[in-house]
């Protein structure tokens, strides 16, 4: 089993910049990829980030390209999520989650392949 919790959603003006944490505890974090989701009001989760285990390959949604940037520091067992120049467009609750994949450069944007997941922050960005 692995716990995620995530921090650091807030109340930002657009063009703002926010910095997620997603805390894990339990099994071997070093040996799970990770991901950055989120929903919106009304709309489906969609994937927003992605970092393999060993952290040498990310992936990310288009429309956040150049904007985010996911991290993780294994030896603090957690993962991050840099958002500059926020939009309204970025509101949602923002979830992360871990996937158990062996393969050490890589990651994947599907919802399914992730094992576990995070109770979620709220991300508000005001126009």
């Known amino acids: 089993q692995v716990q995620l919790v995530e921090s650091g959603g807030a109340l930002v003006q657009a063009g703002g910049s926010l910095k997620l944490s997603c805390a894990a505890s339990?099994?071997?974090?070093?040996?799970?990829?990770m991901g950055w989701f989120r929903q919106a009001p009304g709309k489906e989760r969609e994937f927003v980030a992605g970092i393999s285990w060993s952290g040498g390959n990310t992936y990310y949604k288009q429309s956040v390209k150049g904007r985010f940037t996911i991290s993780r520091d294994n030896a603090k067992n957690t993962a991050y999520l840099q958002m500059n120049s926020l939009k309204p467009e970025d509101t949602a609750v923002y979830y992360c989650?871990?996937?158990?994949?062996?393969?050490?450069?890589?990651?994947?944007?599907?919802?399914?392949?992730?094992?576990?997941w995070g109770q979620g922050t709220q991300v508000t960005v005001s126009s």
């Open positions: 339990g099994r071997t974090f070093s040996s799970y990829a």
């Open positions: 989650a871990a996937a158990a994949i062996s393969i050490p450069w890589v990651t994947t944007s599907s919802a399914d392949e992730y094992d576990y």
